[in-house]
């Protein structure tokens, strides 16, 4: 999900890197904007080839295969070439970088717990960039950000603050967990909030490989069927498999009714049909 990318990303990269700069250039990097201002070509921000970190399986490996000093700085030379070489390619491809991306992040449920004071701020830069591309008014802005702000003081206020700190994107699905917990303060505010979390099931194929418009073609099925079908899927992953899966009593009354449900969907359907029909 958009929201989540950005920190996803950087806390990814900041990871591999880890293994070849120097302390104090990694205490630098606090955000993904940081990146742009060091040039990870430059030899000088690197670690000695004797600190570069290789992990504990392959140093044991070394050992055992006793490798001489010579092969060992080869490879941990290769190793800081390949990082280096593979952080470039994620900063080149991937959206850590693009700035609507990271201004996003002020939707995260635990930026908003742990930063209001960042998480105003950067809806406010959010703000700013969809007013300069047209997709709202400029005028519109401030009342918006206001509406925010209100927002989140009344999350405080109203003592929901740890429902936002415990929130995991691998258990919650976020559009259904800002709904509940926006809306009912401000029905508008959610208007304006609402596109954006759309940003993420629209760059589906990009973020996920996986496009529910090319799937429904291939597969014949639904779009509601395709999407539960996925997240299915991802929690199966989460979980490390069927075999994994705690087989718990919601769980089983789920399974139970789905068969009511199904019927019940297809009649609220029907209904939706008759109350509108095509023209």
């Not at 603050?161 to 559009?175: I, N, R, S, V």
């Not at 509940?180 to 099931?201: E, G, M, Q, T, V």
Request: proline letters at 4%; a positive charge.
């Amino acid at each position: 999900m958009m929201p989540f990318i950005a920190e996803d990303l950087f806390t990814t990269i900041k990871s591999l890197l880890r293994r070849i700069l120097q302390a104090e250039t990694l205490s630098k990097l606090k955000s993904p904007r940081n990146l742009i201002a060091h040039d990870l070509k430059s030899k000088d921000i690197f670690l000695a080839y004797s600190k570069i970190e290789i992990g504990i399986a392959s140093s044991k490996v070394l050992q055992k295969i006793k490798a001489t000093d010579l092969q060992i700085m080869t490879l941990k030379d290769e190793c800081r070439q390949f990082i280096s070489s593979l952080v470039a390619k994620l900063l080149d491809k991937s959206p850590v970088m693009i700035c609507l991306v990271q201004k996003l992040s002020c939707l995260n449920p635990s930026l908003i717990a742990s930063s209001p004071q960042l998480a105003a701020s950067q809806f406010r830069d959010l703000l700013t960039i969809l007013a300069d591309s047209g997709r709202i008014s400029l005028n519109d802005c401030d009342q918006i950000y206001n509406k925010f702000i209100k927002c989140l003081v009344a999350l405080v206020e109203n003592n929901v603050k740890p429902k936002f700190e415990l929130f995991h994107p691998a258990t919650g699905c976020l559009d259904d967990f800002l709904y509940i917990n926006f809306k009912p303060l401000d029905a508008a505010l959610w208007d304006a909030l609402r596109p954006l979390l759309l940003l993420s099931h629209g760059q589906a194929t990009v973020e996920r490989g996986f496009s529910y418009n090319k799937e429904v073609m291939i597969e014949n099925m639904h779009k509601e069927t395709l999407v539960a079908q996925r997240r299915v899927c991802d929690f199966l992953k989460v979980n490390g498999g069927v075999l994994d899966v705690a087989i718990t009593k919601p769980l089983l009354t789920a399974a139970a009714s789905g068969c009511q449900n199904y019927h019940q969907y297809l009649e609220k359907e029907k209904t939706k049909k008759l109350r509108w029909p095509k023209i």
